[in-house]
């Protein structure tokens, strides 16, 4: 069972499009984390929110997390072809003991062409 | 180094074969945490330390894995008898106690043939 479910998985754009990343659960969480992973790489932390309805932007990037906690969204500005990646959401649930025990969703693998 | 350190990068090894994976993690971090990320796949929690200790092994998918940690630095991840199942990246990360950020290194992908 995903708990959290990423769409698209696939995304293939052109230069200066505009995408979303959507995170979905049925689940509450108490933070929900965005990452890049690049390909023989670690991921790397983008973004964290934390308050229902809360709203981050980073350059050409925003993110949403919902106002009950259980989804988020990732938009991206004009994408350019160094935002080629695969993107994963990670929640981490309420009540836990370890911050860095994260539920991952599967990922959406970016690609955008110039 | 700076970053979280992974050795072997890629190992490949047959069926029934034992494996061991090493984290050093970056110096002073108390929390490690290791994942596994199957082709395509999200990430998979396996355990987490805090020191030397695991009070989270709730991950590690059967009695095969195992893992240890010494010293508050490094950790090694061992998988007994392996399956082809257990292809996967593992990642490991690490982070000061009670933070927010946890930091991966690049991982160790392991094929089993």
């Known amino acids: 069972t995903q708990l959290l479910e990423q769409s698209p998985q696939f995304l293939s754009i052109q230069e200066g499009e505009n995408l979303t990343v959507y995170c979905n659960s049925s689940?509450?969480?108490?933070?929900l984390q965005w990452y890049r992973q690049e390909p023989g790489e670690g991921p790397v932390l983008l973004v964290t929110v934390v308050t229902g309805g809360e709203v981050k932007k980073l350059k050409r990037l925003t993110f949403q997390f919902g106002d009950a906690r259980k989804d988020s969204s990732l938009h991206i500005t004009a994408a350019q072809p160094g935002d080629t990646g695969l993107y994963l959401c990670?929640?981490?649930?309420?009540?836990?003991?370890?911050?860095?025990?994260?539920?991952f969703g599967q990922g959406t693998i970016l690609t955008v062409h110039p | 180094g700076a970053g979280v350190s992974q050795s072997p990068s890629n190992k490949v090894t047959e069926k029934g074969k034992d494996v061991e994976l090493r984290c050093d993690p970056i110096?002073?971090?108390?929390?490690l945490y290791w994942y596994r990320q199957r082709l395509g796949q999200g990430l998979e929690f396996l355990i987490y330390f805090q020191g030397n200790s695991a009070p989270d092994k709730s991950g590690l998918p059967s009695d095969r894995f195992s893992a240890e940690r010494t010293g508050e630095s490094v950790s090694t991840l061992t998988i007994q008898r392996t399956q082809q199942e257990d292809s996967a990246v593992y990642l490991c990360a690490s982070s000061p106690g009670g933070a927010n950020t946890i930091y991966f290194g690049e991982g160790s992908w392991l094929t089993v043939v």
């Open positions: 110096s002073g971090h108390t929390a």
């Open positions: 990670a929640g981490r649930r309420p009540g836990g003991t370890s911050y860095g025990k994260l539920t």
């Open positions: 689940s509450v969480f108490s933070s």
